[in-house]
């Protein structure tokens, strides 16, 4: 729990199966600003259910979790860890966060950031979190810097935002053992 600059309170915890429609609405909110994510609206179209269903598979699986920031009981981001099947990589997994762009500059991202690499840290198997981000998301990028992360690679010209428009994709690391 920690206190931002307007006595907000901001808890971290482990997401619920009944958080699936906030997630949902952060979630469409966040990919409709169109700035940092590989996905645009059109393409995004999941259903509560599935919304759900996700969560379902997601909170099953031991290699992964998901983990959602509340301000003063109102859900405004999450965190989630994807792991890999495959037993030459069940030590490794990928992260994706989305904040609310209202609550975004606020520590939130690096609560929830901190959360997890707490959480791998402590996992028995995991060894290694990854993530890719956009070479424009300066501050995504500052704060993973700023939380032990590396820039292991970077895939040019890897999004087409528009015809004459590419961007990067910086692939990020952070050895948790």
Not at 108 to 122: C, D, H, P, Q, Y
Request: glycine share 6%; proline share 1%; hydrophobic share 40%.
């Amino acid at each position: 729990m920690s206190v931002s600059e307007n006595n907000s309170v901001c808890t971290i915890r482990i997401g619920e199966i009944e958080d699936a429609e906030k997630i949902l609405e952060v979630k469409n909110a966040v990919i409709s600003e169109g700035k940092y994510l590989i996905s645009v609206s059109e393409e995004v179209n999941n259903t509560l259910e599935q919304q759900r269903e996700w969560l379902e598979s997601l909170l099953e699986n031991e290699k992964g979790t998901l983990l959602v920031a509340e301000v003063n009981g109102h859900l405004v981001g999450w965190i989630v860890f994807h792991s890999q099947d495959r037993k030459r990589m069940s030590h490794i997994g990928s992260i994706t966060m989305m904040i609310s762009q209202n609550y975004r500059g606020m520590g939130i991202g690096k609560n929830l950031v901190k959360a997890l690499i707490n959480w791998a840290e402590k996992h028995p198997t995991i060894e290694k979190v990854s993530l890719g981000v956009f070479s424009t998301n300066h501050r995504a990028i500052a704060l993973y810097k700023s939380m032990g992360f590396i820039e292991e690679g970077r895939k040019i010209r890897e999004f087409k935002i528009n015809e004459n428009e590419y961007i990067d994709d910086i692939l990020m690391y952070k050895l948790v053992k």
